[in-house]
């Protein structure tokens, strides 16, 4: 039986915390432009980039993480790739610097982004991730996960 396509969106909190952020450090390096040009610059044009970030994401359609019977999209600003279930060994919960993330590896089938599993190996002991800032815990989509890939077998 086919089940409807499950979509997660970024959670509207932490990305709101994400703008505001940003926002507070564009306005700080606005008041030290006259003390310090260079880091008032850099302040402004690091954290204006986090501002932008942050604002697209509350566009709808521009992030989100779909599961399909067939597989899982993840698309994140407005570019997106499809992995199907058959091109992943296991999935597993882990964490990077305190954000938690589910981590997974390829198949030997999957023959794309050689350079890039590679370094996401030496970074964090998998070929690959997915970020847990969608509005599902990450120990539920987890599960989810697990229980997309056994069903595709």
């Known amino acids: 039986m086919k089940r409807e396509p499950q979509i997660f969106r ?72 499809f992995t199907k279930w058959t091109e992943i060994k296991d999935f597993r919960q882990g964490q990077i610097k305190g954000n938690k993330m589910i981590f997974f590896d390829y198949t030997d089938k999957h023959k794309k982004w050689k350079s890039g599993k590679e370094v996401a190996k030496f970074l964090s002991g998998k070929e690959g991730a997915i970020q847990s800032s969608y509005n599902i815990k990450a120990e539920e989509l987890l599960n989810l996960m697990k229980e997309y890939k056994l069903k595709s077998k």
Do not use: M
């Not at 432009?33 to 954290?47: A, E, H, M, Q, S």
């Open 10 to 81: 970024p959670d509207k909190l932490k990305n709101s915390i994400l703008f505001l952020g940003c926002s507070a450090f564009v306005t700080i390096g606005i008041f030290i432009l006259d003390r310090d040009p260079k880091i008032g610059w850099g302040c402004i044009i690091f954290f204006g980039l986090g501002v932008i970030i942050s604002l697209i994401q509350f566009y709808p359609n521009s992030t989100y993480l779909k599961l399909t019977d067939e597989g899982f999209e993840v698309k994140s600003l407005f570019r997106f790739h």
